[in-house]
């Protein structure tokens, strides 16, 4: 597997409060991911960065921000999370530009919200 | 925009069996990828295709992808325990993105 963690692996929150998620690499690789898995929708691009502090919108962005100081982190921060944002979070990188290399997935984080 | 199809949604196979999913897609790819999800775990990327009409085989599983280049196929013959998951589509259509299937979701009956 790619050297690719996510802290935490597990949160419980509450609506409203603010939350970080972070996602560490060791590949040194470009590119980096956020997306949600939901029952039904597969998975979903949140947000995406092509580089230390170059970052876009995915599909589903919205009450979603995130930030990239380091090649090696890529955090997602949830700024006032809602209970529609409960979900497994999984972070990605790819060495080539999105939409034509290999992704690598890391072991994902599953955030409750109450 | 870009709408990516897969179908079966799950798909109950005896081992030995073989299985089929399929995913389709609104707009026309510039290549398109698959993973598989074992139940706990993270995408694990399987093979990418970028030509009209090419298959791939890798041991049981053979990958298709369309001659229109709008849809793609994973076949997997004689069935395994160890191939349950769910197996996911990634399309790309020239946003520079990948948009992924729902997923099929794979479960072999020993």
């Known amino acids: 597997d790619a050297g690719i963690t996510q802290s935490p692996r597990h949160k419980v929150t509450e609506t409203g409060t603010p939350v970080t998620l972070r996602c560490h690499q060791t590949e040194n690789h470009r590119y980096m991911y956020w997306y949600r898995q939901d029952p039904g929708h597969g998975l979903r691009l949140i947000h995406y960065?092509?580089?230390?502090?170059?970052?876009d919108k995915g599909e589903v962005s919205d009450g979603y921000s995130v930030s990239r100081s380091k090649t090696e982190d890529f955090l997602l921060t949830l700024e006032s999370a809602t209970s529609s944002q409960t979900s497994v979070y999984f972070c990605a990188i790819s060495q080539g530009a999105p939409g034509t290399d290999t992704q690598y997935f890391g072991p994902g984080t599953r955030l409750t919200v109450l | 925009g870009q709408q990516v199809m897969q179908i079966p949604q799950y798909q109950h196979v005896q081992e030995g069996e073989d299985f089929t999913t399929y995913c389709n897609s609104s707009t026309t790819l510039s290549n398109i990828q698959w993973y598989k999800q074992r139940p706990g775990g993270h995408p694990v990327f399987l093979i990418q295709l970028v030509k009209s009409g090419e298959v791939k085989k890798q041991k049981r599983l053979t990958f298709q992808f369309g001659e229109a280049k709008k849809n793609s196929s994973l076949h997997i013959t004689a069935t395994q325990t160890t191939d349950v998951g769910t197996y996911f589509c990634?399309?790309?259509?020239?946003?520079?993105?990948?948009?992924f299937g729902t997923g099929t979701r794979l479960k072999v009956l020993a």
């Open positions: 990634a399309a790309a259509s020239g946003t520079y993105k990948y948009i």
């Open positions: 960065s092509y580089g230390v502090k170059d970052t």
